[in-house]
Structures are given as C-alpha cells and as structure tokens.
C-alpha cells in the first residue's frame, strides 16, 4: 500500500500528461500500482475494508471480558468451546480496535522548573546483598529538577525519623535547598489530605523550615508530576546494584554516594550537559542551609535495669553500673545511641542497623571482676546519714561492729528513719536504747513511735488533743 506522498506524486504526474510507463518509471512502481491508484483518483490511503471475525461474538465477549476479569486467554478458551473459529490474535486485535479492555493512551506532559524552583523526593524498595545477604532495602532520592542532580542513600526501613536524617544529609550534600519540596502523598510528611490540599505533619513542617523549604504533594495517580525523582529508581537499580555486594550499611551508603558524586559527572542525553555543569549555574540561587544544622535524633526515656542496661529497640545498652535505678534520656540518632543524665553524656554505643536481642556493654561501665565496694572508706549510705545527724556517730559505730555484713542495708534503714521522723524523739530513742545495747531498728522504731505520740499527740482531760 503506497503512502500519500507517492500517489499524489502519481496523480500529479498523470495531470501533467505522462504516460503510465513514464510515471512508473519516474515514482519506481509497477504499472499495475500505478494504475490502481490512478482508478482510484484519490491521494488518501484507501482503508482495508476487511469483515472482522469476530464481530457477530461482539455480546458474547464484553459478557466474557467481565466474567473472567479481563484474561483474554480465558475469553479465547470460553469462545472456542461455544464454536468460535478465529485466533488468539485476531480476538486481541479486534479488542484492540474497538477499545475493549484497553485504555486509550494519554499524551504524557512536560515540566520546566527555573534555578532552584524545586526538588524531588521519593523512595522505593530495591534489594541489595549486604554482608552476603539479600535484603530488601529502602532507596531514598532527592532531585534538583532544574539541574538533575542527584542524590541517594539505603535505610532499613523509612520513616518520619530517617526522612529527616536523608532530607539533612541530602541538602548538605548540595549545600542548599530548593524552595519546595515535591513528594507522593505519604504518609512519612503528610498528616491529612492529598495533593495541593495536603497538610504536613507538623515535626515535618517545623523541619522543612528549618532547613528552608515547604513540602508539596501532586495529585494521586499524577506520577509524571514527579518524574524526576521517579525516573532514576530503575537506574539505580540496574546500575548501582547490579553485580555490587557490601559489607555493611556504611559500605553501602558510602558507595551510593560515590556512584552519585560519578553520575552527576556524565553528561545527559536529553540535557546536552552534565548535571554538575547545571548545577554550577544553579548553586547560586539555591536557600543557603542555617549555619549550624542539629544532629537529628530520636528521644525515649529508659530506666536502668538491674544487670547496668537501656533497652532501646530490643537491643541493650550499657551504662555505668552507679546509675542502675535512674531515669536516663536516649537519643537515637543515625549512626549512635547516646545516654544522657540530665545535661550529661554518661554513655555512647554505636548503633546497630540489623538484627536485634543484641547486647553493647563497654568495659568501663561494669566494676572491676572480683573487687566489689572499695574497702576505702564508709559507705555513702552512712556518709549520708552521718552528714544529716552527726550525734548517731555512736550508735553506727555499734551497729557496724554488730552487723559488718549488713552495715548498707541498715544504714538505709536509719537514714529513712532521720528522714522521716521528727529529730528530737528519734535522738530520745536512740539514748535510751544505747545503755542496753539494743540494735534492733524494729524496737529502735516502735520506742520513737511511742516518743512521738507522747510529745506530738498530748490529750487534754476531756479526751481532746491539747
């Protein structure tokens, strides 16, 4: 079949009076062509009009289209045993034609951004071989859409807490932001709503201002809105990870970063330029990034357990044995766990990417195999209780030389008593039990109980308190 170029070249010849030879001739054809278009008279491409086969089985395949969910091997099967007589392709051509399980295509769009206008965020699962394991991973990726630059980093998994940790990582990378940030609708930024109408979380909306730049969502389904981002996955994918293996996350995360530092380097295609280039142009307009940038962290609150340890994820951590019984303040950032007392750094582990149940102890947390308590010195139970009352001097002197394997826990014991109960009837007791020789703290209590409602709780003769 000749295109329309080639017959109006036929029929303009024939007007000019050449003969059918001669128009042969001159366009390359066959005299039988020539003259099948000159019957025709027409410049346009006749169109085929071919009976369809299966057009009398219109009904019956929209019916079986539905019925077995869009397989149109099933429609094919179904048809021949109901005495169907055409192929497995002229059914999928006659569906083809008439628009049957087909989605007509749409012209994609096209977006231009001027210097620093916007960057684009996104991740994607990908696996890589990690310490001789498969894993699956999480791919994140920042774009500048003016200059192509790209970055990328592996997380575990991702969440609000690695979202930042990238975001920071990223925009020091580039050493600025751009003044939007363009995500899908996930749930890591958003709080609520979709696409223009959404509403970041606010810790990610407080980030974002941090550091110089807002979030925004395209619609759903719009991914030609991001495709800056969304283009480079199946690249790294098949560029980065192919053929690599790495010995940890570290090993990972560092030769992602070297692998981008090389592809911002390689000219373009359909930029004529490499990324670097552009960006030389771009770095000028880009948000300057605050002069000092916090380490992002995440905050819990643990109490020490008994054995010395925080528990943080189902994994421990040591901390100075003194400290078993207090409240300490951890900060989980990406690549630590710090334990805090108040404003104090009492303990700093690195943190572990895989796996759990593990147990991180420091040798200088734990006391020294064999030694106990130093034997220098009072406890500093009795220094507290001798700091608070000096006139029991004696009587510890006298419960130690009683008890030496229980000098603690009855230091303890006497200093609640200071604590609790008034001091001139405590004193009394004390007194009063020294002559005898009686160390028993349970007697020692009842005698100032009995002090103390004697001078504290006097009846008067009608039965009142005086």
């Known amino acids: 079949m000749h295109d329309q170029n080639l017959r109006t070249a036929i029929l303009t010849l024939r007007r000019e009076g050449l ?7 001159a366009v390359g054809k066959g005299r039988g062509s020539v ?18 086969k299966a057009e009398p089985w219109r009904e019956e395949i929209l019916d079986l289209y539905y019925r077995c969910k869009g397989n149109l091997v099933r429609v094919h099967e179904e048809l021949l045993a109901k005495g169907a007589d055409f192929s497995y392709q002229a059914l999928t051509g006659f569906c083809r ?15 231009t951004f001027q210097e620093a206008e916007e960057m684009q965020h996104d991740t994607s699962p990908h696996r890589a071989r990690i310490g001789g394991v498969v894993r699956q991973v999480q791919c994140a990726s920042l774009v500048l859409c003016f200059s192509r630059l790209l970055f990328i980093q592996y997380y575990p998994t991702f969440d609000r807490f690695w979202c930042k940790v990238f975001l920071t990582e990223a925009l020091q990378f580039f050493g600025g932001a751009c003044s939007r940030c363009m995500i899908d609708n996930t749930h890591v930024v958003v709080a609520q709503g979709t696409g223009p109408a959404m509403i970041p979380a606010p810790e990610m909306e407080a980030f974002a201002s941090r550091l110089g730049f807002i979030f925004r969502a395209h619609e759903k389904g719009d991914a030609n809105r991001s495709a800056r981002v969304e283009r480079n996955f199946s690249w790294v994918d098949g560029n980065f990870l192919a053929g690599r293996e790495f010995t940890d996350w570290e090993d990972l995360n560092g030769q992602a970063r070297a692998w981008c530092e090389r592809a ?4 373009k295609r359909e930029l004529h ?24 962290y995440r905050l819990h ?9 925080v528990h943080v994820h189902r994994n421990s951590f040591s901390v100075p044995y003194q400290l078993i019984g207090r409240e300490m303040e951890v900060r989980e950032s990406a690549k630590r766990i710090e334990i805090f007392m108040g404003p104090r750094k009492v303990a700093s582990h690195p943190r572990p990417w895989d796996g759990c149940d593990q147990r991180l102890t420091l040798k200088e947390h734990r006391p020294v195999r064999g030694e106990g308590r130093p034997k220098t010195g009072p406890p500093p139970e009795e220094v ?25 826990r009855m230091m303890k014991r006497l200093r609640g008593m200071v604590r609790d109960y008034p001091r001139e009837p405590l004193l009394k007791a004390v007194f009063e039990a020294m002559p005898y020789g009686m160390l028993d703290l349970d007697r020692l209590e009842r005698m100032i109980l009995r002090n103390v409602r004697k001078d504290y709780f006097v009846l008067s003769e009608d039965g009142h308190e005086g």
Not at 35 to 52: F, M, N, W
Not at 97 to 111: C, D, F, L, M, T
Not at 301 to 309: A, C, F, N, Q, S
Request: glycine content about 4%.
């Open 273 to 296: 330029a490499r990324p670097i280039d552009l960006f030389a142009r771009e770095r000028a307009f880009l948000k300057p990034l605050p002069a000092y940038i916090p380490e992002v």
């Open 35 to 52: 003259k099948a278009v000159l019957r025709s008279g027409s410049q346009e491409v006749p169109v085929p009009d071919r009976p369809e």
């Open 384 to 408: 507290e209780l001798l700091a608070m009352e000096p006139r029991l001097l004696s009587y510890v002197a006298a419960l130690k030389a009683k008890f030496p394997g229980k000098v603690v």
């Open 97 to 111: 034609r008439n628009e049957i399980g087909v989605k007509p295509k749409e012209p994609v769009g096209r977006y």
């Open 301 to 309: 609150h643990r109490i020490v357990d008994t054995e010395g340890y």
């Open 264 to 267: 911002n380097a390689k000219e």
């Open 19 to 25: 003969s059918i030879r001669a128009i042969a001739k």
